[in-house]
């Protein structure tokens, strides 16, 4: 998987701890002026707007460590609904570390994601008429604070309201505020980039494209697309079951339903960004495979005639040749893919995806 190859994971990972010169997403915006490196960056503000975080907040709120890990707890959830309940010790221990985990992961792939776009220029450009320019026109709003901040508004005003509620004291209630700012602004960016990448390759399939030829590359040198889907994809199953792991836990229900819709929308995000591109590997099979087959008859023709003239061995060997050529031509044209992606990983992607939409399926099934 593309993910996975060790010698991209080390080029990458050289990427993660360089600054670079493109425009910056907002996580690195932020983490940038402490000159941390970014894991590390992104590790201190989980950590400070996620659980432990927010237990500090509460505590100094009430001076009460057991309700200010009631109300921890109780922050934790993905939740557009007010949760009070409490389960056992375990449970909420696992809530806290899930909420924490997914602001990790959520800061750190918004990077990753950028980086894959950033990795597939220099092979992506050349396809384009207008080479640079199209490509930064398409894929420039990645790194878009406007967007990243709509999001960020958009969740906050979601689900800070039952946050909110949560606040028994001025203190709680303005440091709540305050670290769920942080946090719905990493969740904001991160869908952001997520969905930006994916509208990027959208619009640069619908342009005028100079595909390369297929017995140079099978999948006319539209792989970089695909990889960015496919990492934008395996991101989001990543992202998305420890983000909204607690609905499994807590059993809300309203949450549950909306995480099937959004697994929903994942699956189908692997294939419709790439419609157009699908369109165009398509149409190009077929051409080739038209063109070839009217030449196969010109060929074939020539060589049933060639045991019943006097040609010269030259001629028919040169005609053998040009034969050959053709049956090697129409082999290659057979092998040109409809997807710039291998279907094996996007198999196992998809598997991932229907097992978590099964498990929260079963999990609603169960509560309803």
């Known amino acids: 998987m593309p993910w996975t190859n060790p010698g991209r994971k080390q080029a990458l990972s050289r990427e993660l701890d360089a600054a670079g010169p493109e425009p910056l997403t907002v996580p690195e915006r932020l ?24 237990f500090i907040v509460f505590y100094l709120g009430s001076l009460n460590i057991g309700q200010a890990w009631s109300e921890t707890v109780s922050a934790s959830f993905f939740s557009i609904l007010h949760i009070t309940q409490q389960g056992p010790v375990a449970q909420g221990v696992a809530e806290v570390t899930v909420s924490t985990l997914a602001l990790f992961v959520d800061a750190y792939f918004t990077r990753y994601l950028r980086l894959r776009v950033l990795a597939a220029r220099p092979k992506l450009s050349p396809l384009s008429p207008s080479a640079e320019g199209s490509f930064r026109k398409t894929f420039g709003p990645v790194t878009s604070s406007r967007g990243s901040l709509f999001f960020a508004l958009l969740f906050f005003a979601l689900y800070f309201p039952a946050r909110a509620l949560i606040a028994t004291s001025l203190v ?88 099937l819709a959004i697994v929903a929308i994942g699956i189908s995000m692997l294939f419709l960004p790439l419609i157009n591109i699908h369109k165009k590997m398509v149409g190009v099979k077929e051409e080739e495979e038209a063109k070839l ?18 040609q010269e ?56």
């Open 293 to 310: 087959s009217s030449l196969s008859k010109e060929l074939f023709a020539v060589t049933k005639n060639l045991a019943g003239t006097n």
């Open 172 to 259: 709680s209630l303005l440091g709540t505020t305050i670290l769920s700012a942080i946090a719905f602004t990493i969740y904001g960016a991160a869908f952001w980039v997520y969905v930006s990448c994916l509208w990027g390759v959208s619009r640069f399939g619908r342009e005028p494209l100079k595909l390369k030829q297929f017995y140079e590359d099978r999948m006319l040198g539209l792989r970089p697309l695909g990889q960015i889907v496919v990492s934008a994809a395996a991101i989001f199953s990543v992202a998305i079951t420890i983000t909204l792991g607690a609905s499994l836990i807590t059993g809300d229900v309203p949450s549950l339903a909306s995480n």
């Open 313 to 368: 061995d030259s001629t028919r060997i040169r005609d053998l040749i040009e034969l050959r050529k053709f049956l090697a031509l129409r082999d290659e044209a057979s092998k040109i893919s409809e997807w710039p992606f291998e279907s094996r990983n996007v198999e196992r992607l998809i598997a991932i995806l229907l097992a978590i939409f099964a498990a929260l399926l079963a999990r609603l099934l169960q509560l309803v």
């Open 31 to 54: 983490i940038r002026p402490t000159r941390l490196p970014y894991w590390i960056g992104c590790l201190v503000i989980s950590i400070v707007a996620g659980g432990p975080g927010s």
